[in-house]
């Protein structure tokens, strides 16, 4: 944990989580990886590199994609979930993938040249998101493509979830929010700046929904702490989390239709474009 600041750092919580980070049975990160790697196309003998692979989520699509010869670097700054990564490209017996500790913000050791350039649902934690851009669009070769995913709209239900979490979260964290409705993260068009900023071409926008089924409050609650949403559970007071509970539970019961699952649906920006040549 870090001592200056009393709360851990987007590494420490992200090392925390590996182990149930995308476990919990309900299918999102995958699915959000996977559509990503879609929309980049990548072919047969390419170069990719995936920038806070997680546990792989597009890591192993990039590296399915471009065999037979192609090649993927993924890397992370959470030393767990490079190791995860690592074990699962290994029981998938795929070729050609190194995953490695690094800092988004200093991919110094990579030296570029990259065909595709993928990373979902990481570039909002860094600080100095468009000078961050900028280095990874300069890891492309001239044509290379670039894609990146964030969130779109979430529906009134997860609205009225992540509220119940505000009365109790620091100004530096509620800005941090994936989900803020300000800044270049706020918008298909303001992420389409950013990109034009960052000298990236072919800008383009592609959202798409996802649906995160939850049996019951305690579904959500396993899957919330398996995510970086976990930070801000630990700003609930103890006293305030049972009736916290029960106000989810209470939103997640109205998403139910004919006695199914809570739902919850997110749709996802792909944000994409390409070095120009
Ligand atoms: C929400 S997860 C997304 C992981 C994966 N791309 C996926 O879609 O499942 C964010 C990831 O970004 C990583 N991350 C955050 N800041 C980073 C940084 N400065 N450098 C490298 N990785 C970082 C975290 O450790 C975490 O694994």
Same mark, same amino acid.
Request: aromatic share 8%.
């Given at each position: 944990m870090s001592a200056d600041q009393g709360a851990p750092s987007v590494a420490e919580v992200f090392d925390m989580l590996a182990d149930v980070y995308d476990q &919990? @049975? #309900?299918?999102f990160f995958q699915p959000v990886g996977a559509g990503l790697v879609a929309e980049l196309d990548p072919r047969p003998g390419e170069r990719c590199l995936d920038i806070g692979c997680g546990r792989g989520a597009a890591t192993l699509p990039l590296a399915r994609a471009v065999a037979p010869g192609g090649s993927v670097d993924a890397v992370d700054v959470a030393p767990a979930m490079v190791a995860a990564t690592r074990s699962l490209v290994e029981q998938a017996g795929l070729a050609g993938v190194r995953v490695e500790v690094a800092d988004a913000a200093d991919l110094a050791g990579y030296d570029g040249g990259y065909d595709v350039v993928a990373s979902s649902l990481v570039l909002f934690f860094l600080s100095g998101p468009g000078d961050v851009l900028r280095r990874w669009a300069g890891k492309l070769r001239p044509g290379g493509r670039i894609g990146l995913t964030t969130f779109g709209e979430l529906d009134e239900a997860t609205q009225a979830i992540d509220d119940? /979490? #505000?009365?109790?979260?620091p100004q530096a964290m509620l800005d941090a929010? &994936?989900? @803020? &409705? &300000?800044?270049? /993260? @706020?918008?298909d068009a303001g992420m389409e700046e950013l990109f034009a900023a960052a000298g990236i071409a072919d800008v383009r926008t592609v959202v798409r929904p996802t649906t995160l089924e939850f049996a019951d409050v305690a579904a959500w609650q396993r899957f919330m702490m398996s995510t970086g949403q976990r930070a801000m559970w630990r700003n609930v007071p103890e006293e305030e989390r049972p009736g916290f509970l029960e106000r989810a539970a209470a939103i997640l019961e109205g998403t139910r239709v004919d006695g199914g699952p809570g739902r919850l649906v997110w749709q996802m920006r792909y944000t994409l474009g390409a070095r120009p040549s």
């Amino acid at each position: 944990m870090s001592a200056d600041q009393g709360a851990p750092s987007v590494a420490e919580v992200f090392d925390m989580l590996a182990d149930v980070y995308d476990q &919990t @049975g #309900v299918e999102f990160f995958q699915p959000v990886g996977a559509g990503l790697v879609a929309e980049l196309d990548p072919r047969p003998g390419e170069r990719c590199l995936d920038i806070g692979c997680g546990r792989g989520a597009a890591t192993l699509p990039l590296a399915r994609a471009v065999a037979p010869g192609g090649s993927v670097d993924a890397v992370d700054v959470a030393p767990a979930m490079v190791a995860a990564t690592r074990s699962l490209v290994e029981q998938a017996g795929l070729a050609g993938v190194r995953v490695e500790v690094a800092d988004a913000a200093d991919l110094a050791g990579y030296d570029g040249g990259y065909d595709v350039v993928a990373s979902s649902l990481v570039l909002f934690f860094l600080s100095g998101p468009g000078d961050v851009l900028r280095r990874w669009a300069g890891k492309l070769r001239p044509g290379g493509r670039i894609g990146l995913t964030t969130f779109g709209e979430l529906d009134e239900a997860t609205q009225a979830i992540d509220d119940l /979490f #505000v009365p109790w979260q620091p100004q530096a964290m509620l800005d941090a929010r &994936t989900s @803020g &409705t &300000t800044g270049p /993260f @706020g918008s298909d068009a303001g992420m389409e700046e950013l990109f034009a900023a960052a000298g990236i071409a072919d800008v383009r926008t592609v959202v798409r929904p996802t649906t995160l089924e939850f049996a019951d409050v305690a579904a959500w609650q396993r899957f919330m702490m398996s995510t970086g949403q976990r930070a801000m559970w630990r700003n609930v007071p103890e006293e305030e989390r049972p009736g916290f509970l029960e106000r989810a539970a209470a939103i997640l019961e109205g998403t139910r239709v004919d006695g199914g699952p809570g739902r919850l649906v997110w749709q996802m920006r792909y944000t994409l474009g390409a070095r120009p040549s």
